[in-house]
Nanobody, 119 residues
């Protein structure tokens, strides 16, 4: 099992920036990838970005491409999401998630961190 703890959320004005962090502990040696998801009020959870743990390959949702950057620090078992040019539509609870193998779904989730973008 992997435990995940997000931090870095907050209130920011439109056009501003935030950096989210996700610290992993436990069975982190069995990590294929980690990802960020978000859920806005009244909406389903949606994929934001993911990064493979060994090669650092990244993939983004179209809605955040060019504005958000996902990265990781393997030695610290930590993943980041740098969010620039934030929009009110980015307001949501952001969750990080762990994926143990390419053949599996995301199997561990953090508790979430609130991001609120004011207009």
């Amino acid at each position: 099992q992997v435990q995940l703890v997000e931090s870095g959320g907050g209130l920011v004005q439109a056009g501003g920036s935030l950096r989210l962090s996700c610290a992993a502990s436990g069975r982190t040696f069995s990590t294929y990838a980690m990802g960020w998801f978000r859920q806005a009020p009244g909406k389903e959870r949606e994929f934001v970005a993911r990064i493979t743990w060994s090669g650092g390959s990244t993939y983004y949702a179209d809605s955040v491409k060019g504005r958000f950057t996902i990265s990781r620090e393997n030695a610290k078992n930590t993943m980041y999401l740098q969010m620039n040019s934030l929009k009110p539509d980015d307001t949501a609870v952001y969750y990080c998630a762990h994926r143990g193998a390419i053949t599996t779904q995301y199997d561990s989730w953090g508790q979430g961190t609130q991001v609120t973008v004011s207009s």
